[in-house]
């Protein structure tokens, strides 16, 4: 398996564009989650899906972020407008059941900056 | 809610010396934890995890971790440190709510250096 994938690894985009960034979890793994890594913040949750539905999205900053996965296969997760301060790495995990358990496979991370 | 609290920021040990990295956590109910490490612009791996089987647990290159509940502790050891081994580390938590063991809660991380 190769994993997750993320795409693109790197963005580099002006403030007030839009920013799609894109992640293929594992075959069979039915849950996804969407991380955000800053120096100041860690690593937080955005937002988990559980068999293509989202389950919590309280981690969301507000209404210029969406995710969405359209099918078991595939998400993406949306900036717009974009703001300087949304530069960050955001991580994509995939995990096979909802118990963490399991644990996470995550992907190498899109590392975004707006200029 | 659940919290973990890792002690010490940044780590410095010189290779062939032991590692201890700390961690505390704190759930409301009976967590499962684990550890993940970051090498340099890299994803997240799991070492380890605990999940309510047996309290000593063994992960990959060496690295195990000690549950102890009356110290609410998971510090991450490893007898001999490697220089592969320089990277972050984070402890994680999960399991501290009703609705099951879907969400991790990441410390803030430790970085590990190892002096050749």
């Known amino acids: 398996d190769a994993g997750v994938i993320q795409s693109p690894r790197h963005e580099v985009t002006e403030m007030g564009q839009e920013v799609t960034l894109r992640c293929k979890p594992i075959s069979g793994h039915n849950s996804l989650f969407w991380y955000r890594q800053t120096m100041m913040r860690g690593l937080e949750l955005l937002i988990y899906?559980?068999?293509?539905?989202?389950?919590?999205d309280s981690g969301m900053p507000e209404d210029r972020f969406s995710a969405k996965m359209p099918n078991a296969s595939f998400s993406t997760l949306k900036i717009q407008p974009s703001e300087p301060r949304d530069s960050a790495v955001y991580f994509c995990a995939s995990s096979p059941r909802t118990d963490t358990n399991y644990g996470y496979t995550f992907g190498s991370g899109t590392r975004l900056t707006v200029v | 809610a659940q919290s973990v609290t890792q002690l010490d920021s940044h780590v410095s040990v010189s290779e062939g010396t032991p590692v201890l990295l700390r961690c505390n956590y704190s759930s409301s109910y009976s967590p499962s934890l684990f550890w993940y490490v970051q090498h340099p612009n890299k994803g997240l791996q799991l070492l380890l995890k605990?999940?309510?089987?047996?309290?000593l647990v063994k992960g990959i290159n060496g690295f195990e971790a000690e549950f102890k509940k009356s110290e609410t502790s998971f510090h991450l050891t490893k007898p001999s440190a490697h220089m592969s081994d320089a990277a972050e580390y984070f402890c994680?938590?999960?399991?501290?709510?009703?609705?099951?063991?879907?969400?991790?809660?990441f410390g803030t991380g430790t970085r590990l250096t190892i002096i050749p």
């Open positions: 994680v938590v999960s399991g501290g709510s009703n609705f099951g063991n879907e969400k991790l809660t």
């Open positions: 605990y999940t309510s089987a047996a309290t």
């Open positions: 899906f559980n068999n293509n539905v989202p389950i919590d």
